[in-house]
T-cell receptor, first 118, second 107 residues
Framework: DVKVTQSSRYLVKRTGEKVFLECVQDMDHENMFWYRQDPGLGLRLIYFSYDVKMKEKGDIPEGYSVSREKKERFSLILESASTNQTSMYLC?????????????????FGNGTRLTVT | RKEVEQDPGPFNVPEGATVAFNCTYSNSASQSFFWYRQDCRKEPKLLMSVYSSGNEDGRFTAQLNRASQYISLLIRDSKLSDSATYLCVVNDYKLSFGAGTTVTVRA
């Protein structure tokens, strides 16, 4: 079974702090994703990565950056946390190179980090 | 127009009832489709992939209509444990999510 682990279940940070959200997967998946989920808005893609050291902006990258130094780990960084970044953050991974048979493989999610910025 | 749209519900049904709902998508080149289930304050979990011929998994049936660009999910003989939000996911490389359809099954 695929396991995607997010380092914190709940986090409370102050405005202006630098925040690191960590995600690790154990299935040697090429693709990793960071989403945020807000009521009424659904899941929105922040960044994704299809290989080590590669990253692509999603729909709402502003205020965030990411790091993928190792295949199993994908970090989301809030450079200067703001109150509008209070949200549920979900990491996910997906097998394969993103092409061919792997294109249709599903996402596997971590259990989420509920971040509150005060 | 949103890439993926779902009726938010809520669909409030008695145990044993059948409930069905749709998800429409805007990109006709979308390749694959999924239904996820999300319980309150938990992460989404894969319910089923949707194949072009339609597919069934126990009490759950998924259909794809490419001509009209929608997928559907039907739940037969609803159980209390089916109460959840059901997310539609469309794979057009970046995986677009609907906002979810809430189903509440009452005793």
């Amino acid at each position: 079974d695929v396991k995607v682990t997010q380092s914190s279940r709940y986090l409370v940070k102050r405005t202006g702090e630098k925040v690191f959200l960590e995600c690790v997967q154990d299935m040697d998946h090429e693709n990793m994703f960071w989403y945020r989920q807000d009521p009424g808005l659904g899941l929105r893609l922040i960044y994704f990565s299809y290989d080590v050291k590669m990253k692509e902006k999603g729909d709402i990258p502003e205020g965030y950056s990411v790091s993928r130094e190792k295949k199993e780990r994908f970090s989301l960084i809030l450079e200067s946390a703001s109150t509008n970044q209070t949200s549920m953050y979900l990491c996910a991974s997906k097998g394969g190179p993103g092409t061919g048979v792997f294109f249709n493989s599903p996402l596997h999610f971590g259990n989420g980090t509920r971040l509150t910025v005060t | 127009r949103k890439e993926v749209e779902q009726d938010p519900g809520p669909f409030n049904v008695p145990e044993g009832a059948t409930v069905a709902f749709n998800c429409t998508y805007s990109n006709s080149a979308s390749q694959s489709f999924f239904w996820y289930r999300q319980d309150c304050r938990k992460e989404p979990k894969l319910l089923m992939s949707v194949y072009s011929s339609g597919n069934e998994d126990g009490r759950f049936t998924a259909q794809l209509n490419r001509a009209s660009q929608y997928i559907s999910l039907l739940i037969r003989d609803s159980k209390l444990s089916d109460s959840a939000t059901y997310l539609c996911v469309v794979n057009d490389y970046k995986l677009s999510f609907g906002a979810g359809t809430t189903v509440t099954v009452r005793a």
